[in-house]
């Protein structure tokens, strides 16, 4: 039987890309009774007499799969920040990298409307793409005004399935029509386009961007650690889990502790304050997440 992969959920359809050809699907009931739902994203068995009458009959074993939005097997999120308008936040981007590497999700860090910065602006983004580079993230700076940085943006995106995470107004919309001008889309109108407007059914889709596909999404629709524990929490900043490889005790929360190693590396700014601070502060919201029963 042929196998294809989901790329648009709709109304209790599936439309599956098989063979460069898209074949409308439902979903077996047993997949109901099994309490199996296929998402956008899932690799898949089908059978199908014809593009319009097809069936799925398996839904393979998913490396992840993210609730909200409902979509699995994402090899990158591509984090979009505005260097201005909005101001670049460091803390909201160490937000979404925390909830990307809790879900083993490759990030690449975007920062866009470089044409805007000026000359204090742009050394201090650039003095931020070299302290994140450092902790062990790709980081590209682009304009979708001038194309600048979008060459290395595109290569990123081939053969691999990115969703698309960030903050309104940064310009995300822009930065899809500069990859593939024929989507046309008009600014803030993504949502619109994919099926999320405000008189749309809700929807996940894939757009296919050069030889990838990506998913325009806010990424997550709720950027609360709701299921990542205070011992997860090292293991989502790459520098600081480094740095804890010479701590004195296992389990070292990096807080109060003696013979801290990343205490030790925040002091001689190996880690960088701010991240260091963040790390803290997301800890405390943590711990005191109330307990789930």
């Given at each position: 039987?042929?196998?294809?992969?989901?790329?648009?959920?709709?109304?209790?359809?599936?439309?599956?890309?098989?063979?460069?050809?898209?074949?409308?699907?439902?979903?077996?009931?047993?997949?109901?009774?099994?309490?199996?739902?296929?998402?956008?994203?899932?690799?898949?068995?089908?059978?199908?007499?014809?593009?319009?009458?097809?069936?799925?009959?398996?839904?393979?074993?998913?490396?992840?799969?993210?609730?909200?939005?409902?979509?699995?097997?994402?090899?990158?999120?591509?984090?979009?920040?505005?260097?201005?308008?909005?101001?670049?936040?460091?803390?909201?981007?160490?937000?979404?990298?925390?909830?990307?590497?809790?879900?083993?999700?490759?990030?690449?860090?975007?920062?866009?409307?470089?044409?805007?910065?000026?000359?204090?602006?742009?050394?201090?983004?650039?003095?931020?793409?070299?302290?994140?580079?450092?902790?062990?993230?790709?980081?590209?700076?682009?304009?979708?005004?001038?194309?600048?940085?979008?060459?290395?943006?595109?290569?990123?995106?081939?053969?691999?399935?990115?969703?698309?995470?960030?903050?309104?107004?940064?310009?995300?919309?822009?930065?899809?029509?500069?990859?593939?001008?024929?989507?046309?889309?008009?600014?803030?109108?993504?949502?619109?386009?994919?099926?999320?407007g405000k008189h749309t059914t809700r929807h996940v889709e894939l757009?296919?961007?050069?030889?990838?596909?990506?998913?325009?999404?806010?990424?997550?629709?709720?950027?609360?650690?709701?299921?990542?524990?205070?011992?997860?929490?090292?293991?989502?900043?790459?520098?600081?889990?480094?740095?804890?490889?010479?701590?004195?005790?296992?389990?070292?929360?990096?807080?109060?502790?003696?013979?801290?190693?990343?205490?030790?590396?925040?002091?001689?700014?190996?880690?960088?304050?701010?991240?260091?601070?963040?790390?803290?502060?997301?800890?405390?919201?943590?711990?005191?997440?109330?307990?789930?029963?």
């Amino acid at each position: 039987m042929p196998e294809g992969k989901i790329v648009k959920a709709l109304s209790g359809f599936y439309y599956v890309l098989g063979n460069d050809k898209l074949i409308q699907c439902r979903g077996r009931g047993i997949f109901r009774k099994n309490k199996i739902t296929p998402l956008v994203g899932d690799e898949v068995v089908f059978q199908a007499e014809n593009d319009l009458e097809g069936y799925i009959m398996e839904v393979k074993t998913r490396k992840n799969e993210l609730i909200r939005p409902p979509i699995a097997n994402v090899d990158q999120a591509i984090l979009v920040f505005s260097a201005v308008e909005p101001d670049f936040s460091t803390v909201l981007l160490d937000r979404f990298l925390v909830l990307v590497e809790f879900n083993r999700i490759e990030p690449l860090i975007c920062i866009t409307k470089m044409d805007l910065t000026n000359d204090e602006e742009k050394k201090m983004i650039k003095d931020y793409a070299e302290q994140y580079t450092a902790a062990g993230y790709k980081v590209i700076l682009t304009s979708s005004e001038t194309e600048a940085g979008i060459e290395l943006l595109s290569p990123h995106v081939d053969n691999k399935i990115s969703v698309f995470a960030g903050q309104s107004g940064v310009g995300k919309s822009s930065l899809l029509n500069v990859l593939r001008p024929d989507l046309e889309l008009k600014t803030n109108d993504i949502s619109t386009h994919l099926g999320r407007g405000k008189h749309t059914t809700r929807h996940v889709e894939l757009i296919k961007i050069g030889n990838g596909l990506i998913a325009d999404t806010p990424g997550f629709s709720s950027l609360e650690f709701t299921n990542i524990e205070a011992e997860d929490l090292t293991f989502c900043f790459p520098e600081i889990q480094r740095a804890s490889e010479n701590c004195k005790f296992r389990g070292c929360l990096h807080v109060s502790e003696p013979k801290c190693g990343v205490k030790q590396a925040v002091d001689s700014s190996e880690i960088p304050a701010y991240r260091y601070e963040h790390y803290l502060d997301f800890l405390q919201e943590i711990k005191d997440r109330k307990p789930r029963y």
